[in-house]
């Protein structure tokens, strides 16, 4: 299998990414439960309910990125990170076009 592009700097970046994701996770959750716990305030009116519920859906799209990550992580091909390790560890490099 000939590749052009690093799986393995493209594996690396993807679990960069991961770990990003990964420690925003907690901050994430805390917002959506400030703007749930926002929506019982006292005689709110509608419209700023609304605001809340739109804050609130749009952190929950977010957590489809870990299934963008795990997607991205599977269109690397089949061996191509081991045949690069392979090849680099034996001084043959692939070019990063």
Do not use: C
């Amino acid at each position: 299998m000939v590749i052009r592009w690093s799986a393995v700097k493209a594996s690396e970046a993807i679990d960069n990414i991961e770990q990003q994701v990964t420690l925003a996770e907690p901050f994430l959750d805390e917002a959506k439960r400030l703007a749930s716990e926002a929506k019982r305030i006292p005689n709110l009116a509608g419209y700023m309910e609304d605001r809340f519920n739109s804050i609130i859906f749009q952190i929950e799209k977010l957590d489809n990125v870990k299934g963008r990550i795990v997607s991205a992580r599977k269109a690397i091909p089949d061996g191509a990170i081991e045949e690069e390790r392979e090849n680099t560890k034996h001084g043959i490099t692939q070019p990063l076009i």
